[in-house]
């Protein structure tokens, strides 16, 4: 059971801190909800305490964890020779999972395919979210703030870059 002051991850929304837990009647139907406060931004969002599991509310992750991600951002990816819509609906269903290091491999993939060919609308938005998640999952994992995570994430692909 989560409580208030714990560090989660909101699938497709990012990472955000448990500020309280109230309960509110949202169509015609009262239940508890845990309110999470969210670094990007500082959106604040309602999930209903009961479907916190089905839709997949976590933890954020700890030390070793941050390691594995930086280890992805800078892992050489694999080749994918689909076409854009194939590889949108993999990013797509690779972001909705949850799974930070997957969400870290498109984040690695759209920035550097982006430096060989301009990504298109839609991968480009999918970057930016993408992005949003992980940052904000770095930001709580790492006590760092924003600005400084996304400065890291982007010295990581300019160490990346030059290594080739």
């Known amino acids: 059971m989560l409580a208030i002051g714990d560090k989660v991850v909101y699938p497709m929304h ?9 309960e509110h009647e949202v169509l015609g139907l009262r ?4 309110i ?3 670094p990007y931004g500082g959106m604040k969002v309602m999930i209903p305490m009961k479907n916190a599991d089905n839709i ?12 594995r ?9 694999i080749q994918v020779n689909a076409n854009w819509n194939r590889r949108f609906n993999v990013n797509l269903s690779k972001i909705k999972s949850g799974n930070i290091f997957e969400v870290a491999e498109v984040v690695r ?8 060919k301009k990504l298109s609308t839609g991968e480009r938005r999918l970057l930016d979210t993408a992005r949003q998640i992980l940052v904000s999952e770095l930001v ?9 995570v996304e400065l890291w994430i982007d010295g990581l692909f300019a160490e990346n870059t030059s290594d080739h």
């Open 69 to 77: 991600v930086i280890d992805v951002l800078q892992t050489a990816p």
């Open 31 to 34: 239940q508890a909800y845990y």
């Open 36 to 38: 999470l406060t969210m």
């Open 109 to 116: 993939n759209l920035m550097l395919q982006d430096r060989v």
């Open 140 to 148: 709580l994992a790492c006590n760092m703030d924003l600005s400084s």
């Open 14 to 22: 990012g990472a955000g801190v448990i500020e309280a837990v109230e």
């Open 56 to 67: 997949g509310l976590r933890e954020v992750i700890g030390e070793p964890e941050v390691s």
